[in-house]
């Protein structure tokens, strides 16, 4: 079938020229514009294989539009000269590639596309129109497609009528009356005063169109309205100019458009007159139907090309070649080592185009001289950087100086998404699941353990080249199941955006006031010597306290406690057991107290103090998004998220976090409830949505439910008993696990849990069918559409098929209340970058987030935070988000 592209000459070479580093031929001649929209128009050919294009261009400042409103366009800054003079030789290409382009005075590019599509839509041909400009959404139509450009022209973002509904929704034709409101600055299109898109969509989604809304403002009132009625000229006139004209008598047949491919023997001679090296082997790959003449169908040629693959190691001759192609590169990846990205090792870099691949040694990239432009590259969020955990990409590039922006697909990420419960992710065992060439496993390169070694450049860049091919492979592989899975939204809206948050706040790190932690550690030392002289004391002797065998000796032989439980090396001393004992001798809390004390001696007070940066004076914490199979994040180097705040000596862990500013706040906000909030509305249950709608406290409304009590008669005992069921039942809780937490018997737990089921029938019909539903799927999953697959959910074995249930339970739950949050980070991001605050997002601790704050800001993030929180995701019951501040992170609570 016939297909016709239309490429807005001016917006994309225009976008180029911005996006583009500087580049010059010999001549002295501005190339960097037509190289991208070269390289943009090429992927075109490739991909959409099209049988007839046009370019369009404007063809002077003056058109039709002028002669009602003199002052259209009058904002736009003049054209560069370095711009300028890339007109004529973009022309001189396009014809040099057998591409016709048209220009007519009076008349914009926009006119004429917009007229050409309408002609190719008539006559029932297929469109695809490639511009910057959201104006032409109004073309769009069955027939017509429009391609945004975004990224500076790297990417295109494709809009049909379903597209232009979902995001704006509205039909293609009200993005007229969508400017008409809001106007365009960059036209010098003056809309209404007060209307941005977000009212003029909210108008148009009431009244659908310009003239509809002026005609009907006696439904509005306040300021809208008088400036509607003030304004109303304007309005009507700016959707006016905002109207492409499609009626242009425009001087191309269809046949004049034709493109019989590019002809080599045409357009080298010019190529090379703007040496465009890279760009003449490129061609070579595209035959004259557009399509490749390698489709690799060949299986033996495609092992052998695995096996012998390319790779370019760049040094100071070949650098040239790879920053004249740097804005086409397809995939990077950057291999270091160390488990703490904060504190790794690089080993390489190696970026391609598809085609070629390029490795770049430690010592070369960290040559800032030699390496200017491909860090330069790195660091422009404008180039879209696709690869393997980009994330710590980001954190291993930043210690070593170099800056790290444009993270748009990351495969170990999406590979997560995929499969979350997949512990192995790595480039190798990827490749391996997409039917790809064999990938070898670092292990077998480079050794494990104290085998480890950097292996010498020819065998480190052949095996960098074997993981880029695979990863630039597996990036389109991943996308059709990420669409097909409806995890679009998930992987592009929320873990990607959210990777880059999490990096800039791992960069940020905490302050901790080292003086005051070394003070705790030596409160802590009393109050551990203390214990230890107590526990030796009533036993009457000296003894490993941290030697089970030892311990087990003395409570059960020389004490005579009673056994609760015995390991295959003797009596087991566990927290559990010591639990149970704690009644019979005051020795048993004191060992509790001993270990709890320890615990916090070690992992915290020393183990912070070895993670303090001496540089920053801070802690500089992983969050890991690829570890739990719910959704929720994880944290390493140190862990921030297990500091146990139920005992006071471990919250006063928290008093060593301090703001990084003189007289700065420490601001943390707390869900209250989340999981049992998701439960409301998941469940559909009456009984609990009515607790949150009405702000009744959960545990009580529980506790008259299933005691059949009022609220005056809810005592403590009952209230703690409908807490552990709440939270258990969330959990997947057995009976068993309930008479643990309520020291009841499991008989007693089960007609606990049973009157519960009874009191929220809701909930019961919910475990019913979700259980259901992951047998028939085989997975279960949350709001946002994260997957967790369950393959026992159907086991022959009770214990493994009880388990799957339980998960299948509460995985859309947690993970629910894990994508919450991930939102409620992204949110927070855009916020503070929107209000142009200095606050800073330090922390994500599961429900917590937590800031730091200057004090002229305190009262608006007071505000703004628990506001941004609680609109994060639309629930039938109200999120609820608890604010609180201080000088250290634990006054905040």
Do not use: C
């Not at 191309?252 to 491919?261: L, P, V, Y």
């Not at 070593?400 to 748009?408: C, M, Q, R, T, V």
């Not at 995929?418 to 480079?446: C, F, I, M, R, W």
């Not at 919250?651 to 601001?667: A, D, N, Q, T």
Request: aromatic share 8%.
């Amino acid at each position: 079938m016939d297909k016709l592209i239309l490429i807005d000459g001016n917006s994309i070479i225009y976008r180029a020229f911005f996006a583009m580093p500087p580049l010059t031929n010999s001549s002295g001649l501005h190339t960097n514009a037509v190289y991208g929209f070269t390289n943009m128009l090429l992927r075109l050919i490739q991909e959409e294989k099209p049988t007839h294009i046009l370019v369009a261009f404007d063809a002077g400042k003056v058109t039709f539009r002028h002669e009602g409103y003199q002052e259209y366009k009058g904002g736009r800054d003049k054209t560069p000269p370095e711009l300028s003079e890339q007109f004529p030789l973009m022309r001189e290409l396009l014809e040099s590639f057998g591409i016709s382009w048209f220009e007519l005075a009076g008349y914009e590019a926009d006119d004429i596309i917009g007229t050409l599509s309408k002609q190719g839509e008539d006559s029932g041909r297929e469109v695809l129109v490639v511009t910057g400009d959201k104006d032409m959404l109004q073309v769009v139509s069955d027939k017509v497609t429009v391609a945004l450009t975004r990224k500076g022209i790297s990417e295109v973002e494709p809009y049909g009528p379903k597209e232009i509904e979902e995001k704006y929704g509205l039909s293609p034709l009200q993005i007229i009356d969508l400017k008409g409101l809001m106007g365009d600055a960059s036209d010098n299109i003056p809309g209404v005063p007060g209307i941005g898109e977000k009212t003029a969509l909210k108008l148009l989604h009431q009244f659908g169109s310009v003239e509809e809304v002026l005609a009907r403002t006696d439904e509005l009132k306040g300021k809208m309205k008088e400036n509607l009625v003030n304004h109303s000229d304007d309005a009507v006139m700016s959707k006016r100019l905002a109207t492409i004209f499609r009626e242009v008598p425009v001087e191309r047949s269809w046949e004049d458009m034709t493109f019989n491919g590019i002809q080599g023997d045409t357009a080298a001679p010019m190529l090379r007159k703007l040496e465009f090296k890279s760009l003449i082997e490129r061609l070579s790959l595209i035959s004259g139907d557009g399509n490749n003449e390698n489709d690799g169908s060949n299986e033996k040629d495609q092992a052998a090309a695995a096996s012998e693959v390319e790779v370019t190691v760049v040094d100071s001759e070949s650098v040239s070649e790879l920053n004249e192609l740097l804005p086409t590169i397809e995939s990077m990846y950057l291999e270091s080592y160390g488990e703490n990205p904060h504190h790794a090792n690089i080993m390489g870099l190696i970026l391609s185009t598809g085609e070629r691949h390029f490795y770049l040694s430690d010592q070369f990239l960290l040559d800032k001289s030699q390496a200017e432009a491909v860090i330069k590259w790195l660091g422009d969020g404008n180039y879209p950087k696709r690869g393997y955990d980009l994330h710590r990409t980001d954190l291993v590039l930043h210690w070593h100086g170099i800056p790290f922006a444009g993270a748009s697909h990351d495969i170990e990420l999406a590979a997560y998404l995929l499969d979350p419960t997949n512990n192995d992710q790595t480039v190798s065992a990827l490749a391996e699941k997409y039917g790809l060439a064999h990938v070898a496993s670092d292990d077998d390169v480079y050794g494990k353990g104290a085998k480890f070694k950097v292996p010498d450049t020819g065998t480190l860049s052949k095996h960098l080249a074997h993981k880029i091919e695979a990863i630039t492979k597996i990036i389109p592989l991943q996308q059709g199941d990420l669409k097909k899975n409806e995890m679009n939204a998930l992987f592009f809206d929320l873990e990607m955006p959210l990777s880059r948050i999490l990096a800039d706040m791992e960069k940020q790190g905490v302050s901790v006031d080292r003086e005051s932690l070394v003070e705790l550690g030596k409160e802590f030392e009393v109050q551990i010597n203390k214990l230890v002289s107590q526990i030796y004391d009533i036993a009457g002797q000296e003894f490993n306290l941290n030697s089970p065998k030892q311990l087990g000796e003395i409570l059960f032989d020389k004490l005579g406690m009673p056994v609760v439980k015995k390991t295959k090396t003797g009596y087991s001393t566990d927290a559990e057991v010591l639990e149970k004992l704690a009644p019979y001798n005051p020795i048993v809390q004191y060992i509790l107290e001993y270990r709890q004390l320890a615990k916090l001696q070690s992992t915290y007070v020393e183990g912070l103090l070895k993670e303090i940066r001496p540089e920053t004076g801070k802690v500089h914490t992983y969050f890991r998004q690829t570890v739990a199979a719910t959704g929720r994040l994880s944290s390493q180097f140190p862990n921030l998220q297990n500091i146990p705040i139920r005992l006071e000596e471990g919250r006063k862990i928290r008093k060593v976090f301090v703001p990084s500013e003189e007289g700065w706040f420490m601001l943390a906000a707390d869900y209250s409830q989340i999981e049992l909030r998701v439960l409301a509305d998941i469940s559909g249950d009456k009984g609990l949505q009515e607790a949150f709608l009405h702000d009744m406290d959960i545990h009580t409304k529980t506790a008259m439910k299933v005691f059949g009590v009022s609220a005056e008669d809810v005592d403590s005992n009952m209230r703690r008993s409908a807490k552990a069921v709440n939270f258990g039942i969330v959990y997947g809780i057995s009976d068993y696990g309930l008479s643990q937490n309520l020291n009841i018997t499991r008989k007693e737990a089960a007609k606990f849990i049973d009157q519960y089921f009874e009191a929220f029938q809701g909930v019961r019909e919910y475990m019913d069918s979700i259980v259901k539903e992951a047998r028939r799927d085989g997975y279960v999953k949350t709001l946002l559409e994260r997957r967790r697959y369950l393959p026992e959910i159907n086991a022959s074995n009770f214990n493994l098929r009880s388990f799957a249930e339980r998960t299948a339970m509460n995985t859309p739950i947690q993970g629910t209340a894990a994508d919450i949050i991930k939102l409620a980070m992204v949110l927070m991001d855009k916020a503070l970058y929107d209000h142009q605050l200095k606050s800073r997002m330090l922390l994500q601790v599961h429900d917590e987030l937590v800031f730091e704050v200057p004090p002229e800001e305190l009262e608006l993030m007071t505000k703004l935070v628990p506001e941004t929180m609680e609109k994060a995701l639309s629930l039938s019951v109200p999120l609820k988000s608890e604010v609180s501040s201080g000088v250290n992170w634990y006054e905040t609570k």
